[in-house]
């Protein structure tokens, strides 16, 4: 086997595994909860046993954890106690929300915080890279429920930004923005220190030029290892943002099942956002492995 198509199929195999342990988990920690989907069913016993029934919840939980995982193979996540409906169709409604979010959100972050790190790295003594340092901390040590909030009440007051898409981007992005801002100036002040910088200045190269042509390709290998995680943590850790900006997306659907105490639609929402954060690491790994092919493991 071809080593790329071996070091793909070793990732996918892991990227399965933590779909697979993340879902499994937030199964077992909903069934833990006290009560289930029909604790506060106001119906006669005899109603409440019967659903119980149909959704298997009277049954022991390692033959209803052995039945869900039968189905889920073949990406069937059962029916949803709340919605009546099937699981996998709750999140094809869902999951392209969560995903337009998420890519408006990347974008945000990559457009800003790249060029805000280069900017505080090539002139740290100016008063523009000390407000944007400044700005990165803040955003950085403030929680995404109260950068939300934050932006909520600006938006009641001014009108902007407005709701919807853009304040749910801005309140996900900002703090991302934050962190590769930090990443990519420590990475950019390493660039900058480099032999071969400071060879093709000597040459005569302008500041600008060794900045944005030579030293960014440099810095920019931080950035990718950890372009995965960023992905798979925007895609899949937008929960209390969607909450909290009423998007309708996979965060949203979580909160909903948490709240009912919906078994297998909590199960299903932590497998596809698990599922993101797999492929975003994925992305990471090829990225980095056609950057540098050695950082392929020996077969």
Not at 34 to 63: K, Y
Request: a positive charge; hydrophobic letters at 55%; aromatic letters at 6%.
């Amino acid at each position: 086997m071809r080593p790329a198509v071996l070091f793909v199929v070793r990732r996918a195999l892991r990227a399965s595994l933590l779909v697979f342990a993340v879902s499994s988990a937030v199964l077992l920690l909903v069934h833990l909860a006290p009560g289930d989907a029909f604790s506060a069913v106001q119906a006669d016993p005899e109603t409440v046993a019967a659903e119980r029934a149909r959704f298997g919840l009277d049954r022991p939980f390692v033959a209803q954890y052995a039945a869900w995982l039968r189905r889920a193979v073949v990406l069937d996540f059962g029916e949803s106690t709340r919605f009546h409906r099937p699981v996998t169709a709750l999140l094809g409604e869902r999951i392209g929300n969560t995903v337009q979010l998420g890519a408006a959100a990347l974008v945000l972050a990559l457009g800003i915080g790249l060029p805000a790190g280069v900017l505080t790295a090539s002139a740290p003594r100016r008063a523009q890279s000390r407000i944007v340092r400044a700005a990165s901390l803040l955003l950085i040590a403030t929680p995404p429920l109260v950068t939300a909030l934050v932006l909520l009440l600006l938006e009641s007051r001014t009108g902007w930004p407005p709701r919807g898409l853009p304040l749910a981007a801005l309140a996900l992005g900002l703090p991302i923005a934050a962190a590769l801002e930090r990443l990519q100036s420590r990475a950019m002040d390493d660039a900058l220190a480099d032999p071969c910088i400071t060879a093709a200045r000597a040459r005569g190269v302008s500041r600008a030029r060794a900045v944005w042509v030579h030293a960014l390709p440099l810095a920019l290998k931080p950035v990718l290892g950890v372009l995965g995680i960023v992905i798979g943590t925007v895609l899949s850790g937008s929960f209390i943002v969607e909450y909290v900006t009423t998007w309708p997306g996979i965060g949203t659907l979580m909160y909903d099942a948490l709240v009912a105490r919906d078994l297998f639609l909590a199960a299903g929402c932590a497998a596809a956002g698990s599922l993101f954060l797999a492929l975003g690491l994925l992305v990471t790994d090829l990225a980095l492995w056609l950057v540098d092919p050695r950082t392929q493991e020996p077969a």
